[in-house]
C-alpha cells in the first residue's frame, strides 16, 4: 500500500498522550453529573434495602443499577423488564434443568459444558445487550451454586433469592429515573449528534470569520474527536428501535464522526484562508446549522449541495471531503416519507426481536461459541480439580470479556484486569486495612460505598474505551464488601477473585490468542473485505416469488453487514492494542479503512433504499424495460464491489474500466425512465429513483477510485 509514515512514541511521549486521553475522557460533560447521580443513587437504595432485609446477592442488584439503559422512560422500563425477565429465564433453566442432572455426575458435567456453549452463544447471537448480560450473569452465578454439597432446597432457595435481588435492583433503579429523568424519545442520540455538530459549525464560522478558534472549542472538537461515535451506535444497537431509524441513525452517526475528525484536523493548521475558502466555511456552517436544526425539531433535513468555483491547494482536500460528507449526510435520509421513520415518536411501540437475524445462517456465532465455551470450559475443570471453589469468578470473566480477535480481546482484558486490582486490590483491600477497622456502623460504610461508586459510574460514563473499567472496579468492590451482611474482615475474598479473574484472561488470551485467532489487523481486513462482497451480494439480491421470503432474506443479510460494520469500528480500535514488528502497517490498514468505512456504510443505506424498487414493492414498480436494465446495472455494479475486494485483498487491478462501463449503464436507465414509455411511474417517484440511483453511481465510483489510489494502482477518473 501507499507508504504513510509512522512514527511510535517513545515512553515520555506515550505517558503523555496516555494523561490527555484520560483528561478528556473524564472532562465534564453535558448531563454527566446529573447521569452519574441518578446511578450512584439507584445502587445505595438496592445496598441499603438488601442489607437492611438481608437479602443475598446485593452486588448483583448494584452492578445492574449501573447497567440500566436511562435513554429515556419507556428505554428505561424495557431494559430493566428484560433484565428480570431473563433472570427469571435463566434461573427456571437451572433449577429445571438440575433436576435431571444434579445427581449423575457425567450428566452433570456435560451439562455444564453444554451451558457455558449456550451462553456464549447468546452473547453472540441476542440482539439484546442487557439480555444477554443477564442470562450470563445467572448462568454464571448458578453454576458454582449448583456445585455446593448442600440440599437442593437450598440451591433453589438461594436461585430465588437473586431473582429477588434483581427485582428490587430493576424496581429502585426504575423509580429513580422516572423521578429524575425528563428526556424525549430519541434524545439519547439526537442529542449527542446535534452537539457534535455545534463545535465543528462553531470551528468553521471562526475560521471563516479570519480568525482561529478559541482555546475552548479547541480542546472540545479535540475531545469529541477522540471520545468518537461508539457511545452512539452502542445506543442504537441497544434501543430496540426500528431497523431503519437504527441504519440511517448509524450511518449519521458515522459520518458527523469523520466530520469531527476532519475540523479537529483543521485546528492545529495554520491556513491563510482565502475569501473563496472562507465563503465555503460560511455555507458548511449553514447547512450543519439547518441540518441541526431539523435533528432537534424531528425533521428530516433537506438536501444540501455545494458549487466550488476555486479552491486553495493547501486546503480545498480538507473542505472538498468535510463538503462530501455533509452532502452524504442528507442523502442517508433520500426517498423517505416521514421523520418518524428516522426520530421514533413517543408512542411508538416497537416489537423487538430476539435474535439476529442471521443467527443461524452465520458461521461466526457458532465459532464464538466454541472457543468461548472451552476457555470457561477449562477454567471450570481447573477451580474444581484444585477444590478452590473461590477462583469461580475465571468463568465470569471469560463470559464477559469474550471477544473474537486479539487486539479486541486484549483491550477488554487490559480493562478488566485493570478494574479487578483497582477495584479488588487497591480499593477493596485497602478499604479493608485502612479505612474499615474504623467504622462500626452502615453509616459509616454508606459513605465509602457513595464514594466508591460515584468514581466508578464517572469512569463508566465515558466513551467505550475506558467505561469498561469502571465496571469491573465497581465489580470487584461489590464482591468484596457488599456480598455479605457484614464489613469483609478477610483478606482472601479479595484474593481469591482476582486470582479467579486472572486465571479467566489467561484462559481466553490461550484460547482465542494462541488457538487459529488473528490478529486484529488481519481480522479487521478480512472483515471488511467480506463487507464488501458482501454488499454486492445485497445489490444483486435474487427476488423470490414470495415477497415475504424474499425480505427475509434482505433482513438477514442486513443483520449481517451491520454487525459487520460495527466490528471493523471495535477491531480498529483493538489494532491500537497490538504490537510488534508490524505494527507501522497494521496502523497504516487502520487509518485508510477508517477512510472507506463511511462511504461503504452510506452505500449501504442507499442500496437499503434502493432495495423497494429491486423487490417491486407496492408503490415503487418500475416498467419492464426500466426494470431490466435496473437489474444490469445493479449485477455491473456488484462486480465493481467484487473487484474492489479483490484489489485490497489480492492488490489485483480490474481488468477493464468498470468505472467508465457503469457510467454508460447508468445513462441507458435514466433514458430508460425517462422515456414516454415509462410515463406510468410517477414524476416524483422517478425522480426519486434516478437521485437515488445516481447517489449509488457515484458513492461506487468514489469508493473504487480512493481504493485503487490507496493502495498505488493506477488512479481512475471519477465523473
Known amino acids: 500500500m501507499a507508504s504513510i509514515a509512522q512514527t511510535l512514541p517513545n515512553s515520555n511521549a506515550m505517558l503523555a498522550w496516555l494523561r490527555e486521553w484520560l483528561r478528556d475522557e473524564l472532562a465534564p460533560n453535558p448531563g454527566r453529573g446529573l447521569l452519574v447521580a441518578r446511578m450512584v443513587t439507584a445502587a445505595t437504595l438496592i445496598m441499603i434495602i438488601c442489607m437492611t432485609f438481608r437479602i443475598p446477592y446485593a452486588w448483583q442488584g448494584a452492578i445492574y443499577a449501573l447497567l440500566v439503559s436511562r ?10 423488564a428484560t433484565i428480570f425477565l431473563v433472570t427469571g429465564i435463566g434461573a427456571a433453566y437451572l433449577i429445571l434443568s438440575m433436576k435431571l442432572v444434579l445427581n449423575i455426575v457425567p450428566l452433570h458435567f456435560l451439562w455444564i459444558i453444554s451451558t457455558l456453549f449456550l451462553a456464549f452463544y447468546v452473547i453472540s447471537t441476542l440482539t439484546n ?35 429477588l435481588a434483581v427485582l428490587i435492583a430493576v424496581v429502585v433503579t426504575g423509580a429513580v429515573e422516572f423521578a429524575f429523568v425528563r428526556q424525549r424519545p430519541g434524545d439519547a442520540i439526537l442529542l449527542p449528534m446535534t452537539e457534535r455538530l455545534s463545535v465543528v459549525e462553531d470551528v468553521l464560522n471562526s475560521y471563516a470569520e479570519g480568525r482561529a478558534p478559541d482555546s475552548a472549542t479547541e480542546r472540545k472538537i479535540q475531545r469529541l474527536a477522540i471520545l468518537g461515535t461508539s457511545m452512539m451506535r452502542r445506543i442504537l444497537r441497544r434501543s430496540n428501535v426500528p431497523p431503519q431509524y437504527s441504519t440511517a441513525a448509524g450511518g449519521v452517526a458515522v459520518l458527523i464522526g469523520r466530520l469531527v475528525d476532519l475540523a479537529a484536523t483543521l485546528t492545529p493548521l495554520n491556513f491563510e484562508f482565502s475569501a473563496d475558502n472562507r465563503k465555503r466555511l460560511r455555507d458548511l456552517a449553514s447547512a450543519l446549522a439547518s441540518i441541526r436544526n431539523a435533528l432537534t425539531n424531528r425533521e428530516i433535513p433537506a438536501p444540501v449541495k455545494f458549487i466550488t468555483e476555486k479552491e486553495s491547494a493547501a486546503v480545498a482536500p480538507l473542505l472538498g471531503e468535510m463538503e462530501r460528507t455533509v452532502t452524504l449526510m442528507t442523502e442517508v435520509f433520500a426517498g423517505t416519507r416521514s421523520a418518524g421513520e428516522y426520530v421514533p415518536s413517543s408512542d411508538y411501540l416497537e416489537q423487538p426481536t430476539l435474535l439476529a437475524r442471521d443467527a443461524f445462517v452465520n458461521p461466526e456465532h457458532l465459532r464464538f461459541a466454541l472457543k468461548g465455551g472451552l476457555a470457561a470450559s477449562l477454567c471450570y475443570v481447573i477451580y474444581n480439580a484444585v477444590a478452590w471453589q473461590g477462583i469461580s469468578t475465571a468463568v465470569t470473566t471469560c463470559l464477559l470479556t469474550s471477544l473474537s480477535t486479539i487486539g479486541a480481546s486484549r483491550q477488554k482484558q487490559v480493562l478488566r484486569i485493570a478494574g479487578a486490582v483497582v477495584g479488588g486490590f487497591v480499593i477493596g483491600m485497602g478499604a479493608q486495612i485502612f479505612i474499615l477497622p474504623h467504622v462500626d456502623s452502615i453509616a459509616g460504610f454508606l459513605v465509602l460505598f457513595v464514594i466508591v461508586t460515584a468514581l466508578c459510574s464517572w469512569v463508566l460514563t465515558s466513551s467505550p474505551r475506558l467505561s469498561y473499567f469502571g465496571v469491573q472496579a465497581a465489580l470487584a468492590f461489590y464482591l468484596v464488601h457488599v456480598q455479605e451482611f457484614k464489613i469483609q474482615t478477610s483478606l ?5 477473585r482476582v486470582v479467579g479473574i486472572l486465571l479467566g484472561l489467561f484462559m481466553m488470551w490461550l484460547v482465542f490468542d494462541r488457538l487459529g485467532t488473528t490478529t486484529a489487523s488481519v481480522e479487521m481486513k478480512r472483515t ?16 423470490a416469488k414470495d415477497l415475504r421470503i424474499a425480505l427475509g432474506k434482505s433482513l438477514a443479510l442486513r443483520e449481517t453487514i451491520n454487525a459487520n460494520l460495527d466490528k471493523v469500528r471495535a477491531l480498529a480500535d483493538g489494532v491500537l492494542f497490538e504490537f510488534g514488528p508490524s505494527r507501522a502497517t497494521d496502523l497504516e490498514l487502520r487509518s485508510y479503512i477508517r477512510q472507506w468505512q463511511p462511504q461503504l456504510r452510506i452505500l449501504f443505506v442507499m442500496r437499503i433504499a434502493f432495495l423497494k424498487y429491486r423487490l417491486q414493492l407496492p408503490g415503487f414498480e418500475l416498467p419492464e424495460i426500466v426494470r431490466l436494465r435496473q437489474e444490469a446495472y445493479d449485477e455491473h455494479s456488484a462486480r465493481m464491489m467484487e473487484e474492489i475486494a479483490d484489489l485490497i485483498e489480492y492488490e489485483k487491478p480490474p481488468a477493464t474500466n468498470t468505472v467508465e462501463d457503469s457510467h454508460e449503464l447508468l445513462d441507458r436507465t435514466v433514458e430508460a425512465i425517462q422515456a414516454q414509455d415509462s410515463a406510468e411511474l410517477a414524476p416524483g417517484r422517478a425522480q426519486s429513483f434516478i437521485t437515488l440511483l445516481r447517489g449509488i453511481d457515484g458513492l461506487t465510483d468514489s469508493l473504487a477510485c480512493e481504493i485503487a489510489k490507496d493502495v498505488a494502482i493506477s488512479p481512475c477518473v471519477t465523473s
Open 129 to 163: 445487550y442487557l439480555a444477554a448480560v443477564a442470562f450470563v450473569n445467572t448462568i454464571a452465578i448458578g453454576i458454582p451454586l449448583w456445585d455446593r454439597h448442600v440440599s437442593a432446597e437450598t440451591n433453589v432457595e438461594d436461585t430465588l433469592w437473586l431473582c
Open 528 to 543: 471488511f473485505i467480506s463487507n464488501l462482497r458482501l454488499v454486492a451480494q445485497f445489490a444483486t439480491l435474487p427476488v
Open 492 to 496: 482472601g475474598v479479595a484474593r481469591d
Open 71 to 80: 435513554e429515556n422512560p419507556r428505554a428505561t422500563i424495557r431494559s430493566a
